[in-house]
């Protein structure tokens, strides 16, 4: 069944490109746009539409037709400049959804003030994981949601096993917000501060990087 999304999506390095193919492969509309024409050429087969532009033009970028899409990802964030323009372009052509690639805290602090609904650090996060994943430590995803706050995944330790977010105090002893949990590849959101940990559940947490830091051993 064809999704009724559309997506621009605006720079076509190695994240955006990757982006656009997956999005079009889920049957999603996607346009990708870049100032390199032979890139362009290249991903033309692979998306609904592909578009070479100067993304540092704003009246070029506004051009595009950015008030037809439903979410502008923005994948640019080797170029402050393009980045900027592009996130206060999809701003003021009243996008619903921008989602903004960064490369630093800095940065991502620039396009949140500029309009970006969400911000994404695909390198720095990727690195985490690769270390993580080395290290054998117990969080199995850990995601910067912004310079402050991260979302993670852990696997549930063996003193929490077939107690509840209640008994254990969970927030104040760890200073870290219960969002959801997962069993058996299914993700629950409901009856958290009730529901006994298994000792194959995983659970999902919101909180400071400070605080995150603790399940990081």
């Known amino acids: ?23 079009f492969e889920l049957d999603i509309d ?10 362009i050429q290249e991903i033309a087969n692979d998306v609904t539409a592909a578009v070479q532009c100067n993304l540092v033009d704003e ?7 950015l008030s037809n899409f439903d979410v502008a990802i923005i994948c640019i964030g080797g170029d402050l400049e393009a980045s900027v323009v592009a996130t206060l372009a999809a701003k003021d052509n009243k996008v619903p959804k921008i989602i903004a690639k960064a490369n630093s805290h800095t940065q991502a602090r620039i396009l949140r003030k500029l309009g970006a609904n969400q911000v994404i650090f695909p390198e720095i996060d990727m690195g985490e994981r690769l270390a993580r994943s080395l290290s054998g430590n117990n969080v199995l995803e850990y995601l910067h949601t912004s310079s402050e706050y991260a979302l993670l995944e852990i696997k549930a330790q063996s003193d929490w096993v077939d107690k509840s977010l209640s008994e254990l105090d969970f927030y104040n002893k760890y200073n870290m917000n219960v969002i959801a949990y997962r069993r058996n590849k299914k993700i629950h959101f409901s009856n958290l501060s009730q529901f006994k940990i298994h000792a194959s559940d995983e659970l999902i947490l919101i909180g400071k990087h400070e605080d995150a830091g603790q399940f990081q051993v």
């Open 30 to 39: 996607v346009m990708i746009v870049d100032k390199d024409e032979e890139v």
């Open 59 to 65: 009246k070029a970028v506004t051009d595009l037709g």
């Open 1 to 23: 069944m064809k999704n009724n999304l559309s997506v621009i999506v605006l720079g076509a390095g190695l994240f955006g490109t990757s982006v656009a193919r997956k999005l």
